[in-house]
């Protein structure tokens, strides 16, 4: 879905230990209508976002914007993102 970029766009739960053990990463979870993005920094967290718009145009699905909003961990400030029609999504302190 993210053109094999999964691991450099996830948010890293483990780091790589070793040339042979790859980091533990997360990249999305998915609900029954609903989909969270993780990723470690705003500007992979952008990326990621396009990167998933981007292949849901592709199938006809298009982004919410009025709906979607950016949960920041651990940033400092607002962490702005903006879709691919350069519409600015929504900010939120929690997420449930």
Same mark, same amino acid.
């Given at each position: 879905?993210?053109?094999?970029?999964?691991?450099?766009?996830?948010?890293? +739960?483990?780091? &790589? &230990? =070793? &040339? &042979?053990?790859?980091?533990? #990463?997360?990249? /999305?979870?998915?609900?029954?209508? /609903?989909?969270?993005?993780?990723?470690?920094? !705003?500007?992979?967290?952008?990326?990621?976002? +396009?990167?998933?718009?981007?292949?849901? %145009?592709?199938? %006809?699905? #298009?982004?919410? =914007?009025?709906? #979607? !909003?950016?949960?920041?961990?651990?940033?400092? %400030?607002?962490?702005?993102?903006? #879709?691919? =029609?350069?519409? !600015?999504?929504?900010?939120?302190? /929690?997420?449930?």
């Amino acid at each position: 879905m993210i053109n094999d970029r999964e691991e450099e766009l996830a948010f890293t +739960i483990h780091p &790589r &230990r =070793s &040339r &042979r053990v790859s980091p533990v #990463t997360i990249a /999305d979870l998915d609900f029954a209508d /609903d989909i969270a993005l993780t990723s470690n920094t !705003v500007k992979l967290a952008q990326d990621l976002l +396009i990167s998933v718009e981007d292949q849901c %145009g592709k199938l %006809g699905l #298009t982004l919410n =914007s009025k709906k #979607t !909003v950016v949960v920041p961990f651990n940033i400092p %400030g607002n962490a702005e993102l903006t #879709t691919l =029609s350069g519409e !600015v999504l929504g900010f939120k302190e /929690d997420f449930t």
